[in-house]
């Protein structure tokens, strides 16, 4: 079964390495080698910028935003640059499945927290023309798009800012994804009602299976559906199951998400967002060459064939092609 992925934090793992490519590299979660073995049609590639703390806890170097952005764009670029026969870019849906006819595997570029654009609208064109084609609003920090999930109410009703609202028109012009894994719930139903387009929850789980504020709501996952959008269900053990000390992953646990989702959304808005490289635990599915093994489950499940097409890559081909 081919599949599309909608996230890893694959680009900051290498720059954290100092590898120049991401095209072997067993240490990590996700390779292009791997992807390939695993059916991999299509994997989203986020470029993550973690906060000055989370730099410092992880060792890594601290800099300016913008300088990098374009270290880890070089990674991605040097990838596509020498392994071009295996690997492509694709800005569209048409792309994808030129890639797909060449054998090739499709790299998304994608952007996770929105905090470099920095309140100008131009940075989002500057995006858009470096490929980046869907850009989670927040982390887990307030930045010029609006508040991020949090356990504190009052930052959670915090809706878009002004900019924020803004952006989201501008986005809908270009054909960039508005990404709302991580957004408070106050910002998600912002871009509900003001996104013309479908809209993505990359990698956000069902808070009702997890009490998790990155979770979401049964209403927030019919509002993601009713405007044709899709969420990726999340790899990560912290937010699979009620007890967010959870540190185990298995596949009858993607399977509940995927179910609930689809009971609270329908068939159409559920999709596979790992979370490669961002996240740790005792993984049933540790690695993208390890993917099949999770639709064998899904089968074993009760899934429809139909159903499964849909989670595997159909649901996010869709969206794709409505957005981009």
């Not at 120049?20 to 067993?26: M, N, S, T």
């Not at 996700?30 to 989370?54: E, N």
């Not at 989670?136 to 999930?149: D, I, K, R, S, Y």
């Amino acid at each position: 079964m081919n599949y599309i992925d909608m996230h890893c934090d694959t680009l900051m793992k290498a720059w954290g390495k100092k590898w120049p490519d991401i095209y072997d590299r067993p240490e990590m979660m996700v390779d292009i080698r791997r992807l390939l073995r695993g059916g991999c049609k299509a994997q989203f590639f986020a470029i993550f910028l973690p906060s000055p703390k989370m730099k410092e806890r992880m060792g890594l170097a601290q800099m300016d935003d913008d300088d990098y952005i374009n270290q880890l764009y070089r990674i991605f670029c040097t990838t596509l640059e020498q392994h071009g026969d295996e690997v492509a870019q694709a800005k569209s849906l048409v792309q994808m499945h030129e890639n797909t006819s060449q054998g090739k595997l499709s790299a998304i570029l994608t952007m996770e927290d929105g905090r470099s654009v920095d309140g100008k609208m131009e940075k989002l064109d500057h995006y858009y023309n470096m490929g980046v084609r869907v850009i989670g609003l927040t982390w887990n920090q307030e930045n010029c798009f609006g508040a991020p999930n949090s356990r504190d109410a009052s930052i959670m009703a915090k809706g878009l800012t002004d900019f924020g609202k803004d952006a989201i028109i501008r986005m809908n012009e270009l054909g960039m994804g508005i990404d709302v894994s991580h957004l408070s719930d106050g910002g998600f139903w912002d871009v509900a009602q003001l996104t013309q387009k479908p809209f993505f929850a990359t990698h956000s789980n069902c808070r009702s299976l997890n009490p998790h504020p990155r979770s979401m709501t049964d209403e927030m996952i019919r509002a993601l559906a009713d405007k044709g959008g899709v969420m990726g269900v999340n790899f990560c053990p912290a937010f699979l199951i009620h007890d967010v000390e959870n540190n185990r992953a298995d596949c009858d646990m993607l399977a509940a998400q995927l179910r609930y989702m689809i009971n609270a959304g329908g068939e159409d808005c559920a999709a596979i967002g790992t979370d490669f490289d961002g996240m740790n635990g005792e993984l049933e599915i540790a690695s993208a060459d390890k993917m099949p093994n999770l639709f064998i489950a899904l089968e074993h499940a009760g899934f429809t064939p139909r159903e499964i097409e849909k989670i595997a890559f159909a649901n996010a081909e869709r969206v794709i092609a409505d957005v981009f």
